[in-house]
Nanobody, 115 residues
Framework: QVQLVESGGGLVQPGGSLRLSCTAS????????MGWYRQAPGKQRELVAT???????NYADSVKGRFTISRDNTKNTVHLQMNNLKPEDTAVYYC?????????WGQGTQVTVSS
């Protein structure tokens, strides 16, 4: 069982920045893939970015060039730096981890981009 705890959401104006963090309850060195997904009201959950244990990152086209995912296995954490935020980035953001073939999810953190 893996617990994921997210932090860093909030309200920000368009063009602003936020940094999300997620800490896992198991060693980051044992987690194959960590990442972020988001779900806007009335929409399906979608991939934002992932970072593998082999240091490969993957981004949704809609966030490329604006968001950066990073991972620190020594602290069991994954971060999502979000710059130049747009109203369409408004959603609940969920941390995700693949550990021993099972996917785990955090409780979600709200990000609202509005003037």
């Amino acid at each position: 069982q893996v617990q994921l705890v997210e932090s860093g959401g909030g309200l920000v104006q368009p063009g602003g920045s936020l940094r999300l963090s997620c800490t896992a309850s198991v060693s980051g060195f044992n987690i194959y893939l960590m990442g972020w997904y988001r779900q806007a009201p009335g929409k399906q959950r979608e991939l934002v970015a992932t970072f593998s244990r082999a240091h490969n990152s993957n981004y949704a086209d809609s966030v490329k060039g604006r968001f950066t995912i990073s991972r620190d296995n020594t602290k069991n954490t994954v971060h999502l730096q979000m710059n130049n935020l747009k109203p369409e980035d408004t959603a609940v953001y969920y941390c995700n981890a693949e550990f021993r073939g099972t996917l785990y999810w955090g409780q979600g953190t709200q990000v609202t981009v509005s003037s």
